[in-house]
């Protein structure tokens, strides 16, 4: 069974231009999060959503950050215009539902993309 | 706030080595544990979980006892190996609607042959 696929793995890109990143979770999961990990920290909630719907956003950047999973599986995180700041890894995990059963607190992560604003 | 916090790294141990990184939370209600792995250039990966008071999550050699009166979550491993190298993050999960995982910053450890 594949896992969570994120892309790009790696992405480098000047300040003020825009980007983004993709995630696909794990067939059946309906929870699905972004976190952002900068350098020698933990893991930061971005946004969550139950299928379709962002049922916590409150620490996403409003200014510049956006998200969407329109269909309710793959997501996009997109940021416009990139900061310096926003260097970090940006996380895709996915989890079943709350209620769904002893796996639905445990949420199941993807490799990352590492972003590099210059 | 909800909070985590955990020992300070980097641990640097010898094979077979005593494991502990100490971990305590700061939560509102009754919340679920974690300790999540990350090896180098991989995601992170659930290593234990334990639910409820005095629960013990165990997997790979690794330990941990959900400690409801000290609200800590102690990671230990009785004799390390190279391949435990990594960070280590103690988590937890708030209940009641917000399901959020809230993380420790992390502890590196490396374990020398």
């Known amino acids: 069974e594949a896992g969570v696929v994120q892309s790009p793995r790696y992405k480098i890109i000047e300040k003020k231009q825009p980007v983004a990143f993709w995630c696909n979770p794990i067939?059946?999961?309906?929870?699905l999060y972004w976190y952002r990990q900068n350098l020698g920290q933990g893991p930061e909630l971005l946004i969550r959503?139950?299928?379709?719907?962002?049922?916590?956003d409150s620490q996403l950047p409003k200014d510049r950050f956006s998200a969407e999973r329109l269909k309710g599986v793959d997501s996009t995180l997109k940021i416009q215009p990139a900061e310096l700041g926003d260097s970090a890894v940006y996380l895709c995990?996915?989890?079943?539902?709350?209620?769904?059963?002893?796996?639905?607190?445990?949420?199941?992560f993807g490799a990352g993309s590492r972003l590099t604003v210059l | 706030g909800n909070s985590v916090t955990q020992m300070e790294g980097p641990v640097t141990l010898s094979e077979e080595a005593f494991l502990t990184i100490n971990c305590t939370y700061t939560a509102t209600g009754y919340p679920s544990l974690f300790w999540y792995v990350q090896y180098p250039g991989e995601g992170l990966q659930l290593l234990l979980k334990a639910t409820k008071a005095d629960d013990k999550g165990s997997n790979k050699g690794f330990e941990a006892t959900y400690r409801k009166e000290t609200t800590s979550f102690h990671l230990e491993k009785g004799s390390v190996q190279v391949s435990d190298s990594a960070v280590y993050f103690c988590a937890f999960i708030t209940q009641g609607g917000s399901e959020k995982l809230v993380f420790g910053k992390g502890t590196k450890l490396t374990v020398n042959p």
């Open positions: 995990a996915s989890s079943l539902a709350p209620g769904q059963g002893f796996g639905a607190n445990v949420l199941t």
């Open positions: 959503y139950e299928n379709e719907e962002a049922v916590d």
């Open positions: 067939s059946g999961h309906n929870t």
